[in-house]
């Protein structure tokens, strides 16, 4: 019962300077039986005792008031894992898909990279896109409601 294992702190380190690149406040890695989570306490989006942040545009939706309603919409698609979500397949080409169209079950609607690797977000139903609730390059959270598709 003795068996530890040596916590390899280069790793460590590695993931929480990517936690502060990409702004998410917890990364998990696993190989085998062994996981390393590397968590903070998430900061407010806005600082409220500066004047320049009032006029900051909102880089993010503040958690808990307009994402809560979304992620209860009962059309909402919402991240399978923590990354960053792209709406088209490379740089400059044409988004996945847009407001207003029309999407099949399965088809491909953005992109989250998630530890160097590009995984297809995939319509769970058919629908009309009514909503996107993220934007180009931007991290998300395990959870975070993605678009509404009615």
């Known amino acids: 019962m003795g068996n530890k ?6 790793l460590v380190r ?3 300077a990517l936690l ?8 998990e890695y696993g190989v085998g039986d062994v996981k390393i989570r590397v968590a903070r306490t998430a900061a407010p989006v806005t600082v409220h005792h ?8 909102h880089p993010v939706a503040q958690p808990g008031q307009a994402a809560a309603s979304d992620a209860d919409h009962p059309g909402a698609v919402t991240s399978p894992m923590v ?8 740089p400059g080409a044409t988004k996945f898909i847009n407001p207003g169209d029309v999407v099949a079950e399965g088809q491909t609607i953005m992109l989250i990279e998630a530890m160097k690797t ?9 629908g009309k896109v009514t909503r996107i609730l993220v934007t180009d390059s931007q991290p998300v959270e395990f ?6 598709i009615e």
């Open 20 to 27: 502060d690149e990409t702004n998410l406040t917890e990364i």
């Open 5 to 10: 294992t040596p916590i390899d702190s280069e």
């Open 143 to 148: 959870g975070e409601p993605l678009m509404i």
């Open 14 to 16: 590695t993931l929480a």
């Open 83 to 90: 990354g960053i979500a792209y709406l088209s397949p490379e």
């Open 118 to 126: 590009f995984n297809p977000i995939r319509a769970p139903r058919g």
């Open 50 to 57: 500066g004047s320049a942040s009032a006029h900051v545009a």
